[in-house]
């Protein structure tokens, strides 16, 4: 008989995995609920699909703004009144990108053969984020899948819009880097070394300013091959340690220790935490459930790391506030806030608030920074720009003096 990985929630509020063997996976999805369990996700392991899973490439993700459209005219849909089949069915025909078709259309024979929609988005496996079919989940529990959809778009609006303001404030520094960048390649490795040449042929004493130049100019020349060796064996070195077992976690707790840097991914990690984490109780899902999904959907280390700990110690007994506490995942500011939450029953809308905050803080402390690396670009650009003419026209000044001496 084939064997399916079941991913399963509990009565107590816990999330686990399990390998079983049964004839097929209606079959086994009945056998699941008459036992009391909610089920996120059954993947087959075994046979022909499986081993073709494993020799597939890197699996595609559907686009944002994509899903945003479809969950603008899903919600519409059910909204007018529409039963989930038919929604489905009338959002199909107008789909022209075949991989969110295929996708949907998988959902929809899901949903048609008896699994309910929050189970079929969860056997689509990592194409969408885990939060989605977690937020279907609790909609359909408490008969509010429109508002619960209408929630989950805010919540991916509100992260589409914190990344576009840093994307947008980044831009115009990063163009400022690269030409400097090209601009000093090739006035040490094509112009210097022509007036080098004019120099050298005059027999004139250089003045050690030029000296210097024409030193750095001689590694652009001849040492390109082992800076282009270590701009491409950098980014490999840390994906190599990346993919040890604790090489992610070692590297995410050094970015945390930067300066100015550290500081910064914080507030974005817990940001995001927080307003997963929120969009998710507000969602009516049991905080340790949530606590699982949300250390899935961070793509820091250290945070998952910290989160899986946390839910176990709420699983011991303990509030969530004193739990994120104990494993340094969030601020002391943050931890007021969620305190404050938990002993008044407004845990969600403290969250909410603490994820807006830090948002704001991210923005406004990268919009800082980057005003200020602005000009410091031009400055230094200006500099180098100053410096590599100046020890070009030093010699030919004295060449100009000797000559008219």
């Not at 079959?27 to 597939?56: C, D, M, N, T, W």
């Not at 039963?83 to 969110?100: D, G």
């Not at 340690?241 to 995410?252: E, F, T, V």
Request: net charge positive; with cysteine; hydrophobic share 50%.
């Amino acid at each position: 008989m084939p064997k399916f990985e079941c991913r399963l929630g509990t009565a107590a509020g816990d999330v686990v995995i399990k390998e079983l063997v049964a004839p097929d996976e209606r079959v086994l999805r009945g056998q699941l609920e008459e036992k009391g369990y909610f089920i996120f996700g059954i993947r087959p392991k075994s046979g022909f699909l499986a081993a073709l899973q494993g020799a597939s490439p890197a699996k595609r993700k559907v686009g944002s703004k994509e899903f945003i459209v479809f969950n603008q005219e899903f919600s519409a849909l059910l909204k007018a009144g529409l039963p989930v089949l038919t929604a489905l069915e009338l959002l199909l025909s107008r789909k022209r990108n075949t991989f969110f078709e295929k996708l949907l259309e998988e959902v929809k024979e899901d949903v048609r053969s008896g699994a309910s929609l929050s189970e079929a988005f969860a056997n689509r496996g990592d194409v969408l984020p885990r939060i989605y079919p977690a937020t279907i989940a609790s909609g359909e529990r408490s008969g509010e899948l429109v508002t619960v959809i209408q929630r989950y778009l805010f919540y991916l609006k509100t992260a589409q819009d914190v990344k576009k303001k840093i994307a947008s404030a980044v831009i115009y520094p990063a163009i400022l880097l690269t030409l400097a960048a090209v601009l000093i390649t090739v006035l040490m490795t094509f112009i210097v070394p022509k007036f080098a040449q004019l120099f050298m042929g005059a027999g004139a004493k250089l003045p050690l300013l030029t000296r210097l130049v024409l030193g750095v100019s001689k590694v652009f020349q001849y040492g390109w091959p082992l800076m282009l060796a270590v701009v491409i064996a950098a980014p490999l070195t840390v994906k190599a340690i990346a993919s040890r077992p604790n090489g992610r976690l070692m590297l995410d707790r050094f970015y945390l220790r930067l300066p100015l840097f550290g500081i910064n991914v914080r507030r974005y990690n817990i940001a995001n935490m927080c307003r997963t984490l929120g969009t998710l109780v507000q969602g009516g899902i049991p905080v340790v459930t949530a606590l699982d999904v949300v250390a899935d959907a961070l793509g820091n280390a250290f945070y998952r790391v910290g989160l899986q700990e946390a839910k176990r110690l709420v699983l011991e007994g303990q509030s969530l506030w004193s739990s994120l506490e104990r494993t340094g995942t969030a601020t002391p500011l943050a931890i007021e806030m969620i305190e404050v939450g938990e002993s008044t029953g407004a845990l969600a809308e403290m969250l909410d608030q603490v994820s807006r905050f830090y948002d704001d803080e991210l923005t406004t402390a990268v919009e800082r920074f980057i005003a200020m690396l602005e000009p410091a670009l031009l400055v230094v650009m200006a500099v180098l720009v100053a410096i590599i003419v100046l020890s070009v026209y030093m010699p030919l000044f004295s060449m100009y003096n000797l000559v008219g001496g």
